[in-house]
Nanobody, 125 residues
């Protein structure tokens, strides 16, 4: 299974970016997907997740109301629409996949078995 994330870039505060994660090697059926981010010198942190059915989504509080995670199981893609970006959103963003992640673990990187390479997002003030 390969995950490839792209869409990062350098933007100004208040701008929007859309990250995409393309999955190859298997279908997304029963694979819960998530986005994590890691800023320089900090630990990797949870950003957003979506159940394989797309029926439930989860967000970390700092991005609620600004970020939207979505998925297209037919196209094997997961997107992260990021609006009203702030300098504190600057980080490398990673997409990840896991098989039927239990709710209590949805925010834990350890719950996800498949990881893509990061895509860098830099937000200038």
């Amino acid at each position: 299974v390969q995950l490839q994330a792209f869409g990062g870039g350098l933007v100004q505060a208040g701008d929007s970016l859309r990250l995409s994660c393309a999955v190859s090697g298997r279908t997304l059926r029963r694979i819960d997907m998530a986005w994590f981010r890691q800023a320089p010198g900090k630990e990797r942190e949870f950003v957003a997740a979506t159940r394989w059915s797309g029926g439930y989504t989860y967000y970390t509080d700092p991005v609620k109301g600004r970020f939207i995670i979505s998925r297209d199981n037919a196209k094997n893609t997961v997107d992260l629409q990021m609006n009203s970006l702030k300098p504190e959103d600057t980080a490398d963003y990673y997409c990840a996949g896991g098989s039927t992640v239990i709710t209590s673990n949805v925010r834990s990187p350890d719950a996800y078995h498949f990881w893509g390479q990061g895509t860098e997002v830099t937000v200038s003030s």
